[in-house]
């Protein structure tokens, strides 16, 4: 899909660099000019070592960091350019993370979290946001567990949850980090499973992972090493 001249591009990196300041004066350089494109509907999976690059190119693309040099443009927005308020407000509108830890509130029902997110952000009609919300729970198959504080679900349903809050403002994309890092196998399978699915409807995701299984199911699998691109490998995903 990076190559196709009619594909909308929802990720495009011009030699972005990040550097940071070091004890003796030096610089670190987290990322080395990268230059990449991911189009809509693309599922991409980011893979390297500890180090690579990979949580400076998510905070990049999330717009929770700033390019020492180069370009960094999201869902037709050139990010650098924006105020850190310009920023959280594009975040939330265009934008859903999903991370390791779920990072749910503890407080309040599953239900309660999902339309939390579409009050902040005020893209989603209020009159829609309860039952949208509810929609969500049933696209990840948690329908019954609305009404359910986070702690009574498992680690798996949870993750789920945080899938449901970050598609609730219609991102244009999903960034998920580490997203199985914290589930075992046949929990993580199942959270790879809904990954395709949200593919197959036209999402386009980009995944930060350990996980060769999650890897697997992508369109593409870029390999970060030492701040570069060492590869970007398109492919058909494995089977269902």
Known sequence: MKDSPTAAAIVELTAATKSFAVPGGQAFHALRGISLRIDAGEYVAVLG????????????????????????????????????????SWRGGNLGVVFQFFQLLPTLTIEENIVLAMDFVGKI??????????????????????????????????????????????????????????????????????????????????VVTHDASVARDAHRVIRLQDGLVAADETRDPAPA
């Open 49 to 88: 070592k500890s180090g690579s690059g990979k949580s400076t190119l998510i905070n990049l693309i999330a717009g929770l960091d700033r390019p020492t040099a180069g370009e960094v443009q999201v869902a037709g927005a050139r990010l650098a350019r924006m105020s850190e308020n310009q920023l959280a």
């Open 125 to 206: 009609p209020a009159a829609r946001r309860r039952p949208r919300a509810r929609e969500l729970l049933a696209l990840v198959g948690l329908a019954d567990q609305a009404p359910k504080l986070p702690s009574t679900l498992s680690g798996g349903q949870q993750q789920r949850a945080a899938i449901a809050r970050a598609l609730a403002n219609e991102p244009a994309l999903l960034v998920a980090d580490e997203p199985t890092g914290n589930l075992d196998s046949e929990t993580a399978a199942a959270v790879s499973a809904l990954f395709r699915t949200l593919v197959q409807e036209g999402k386009t995701l980009l």
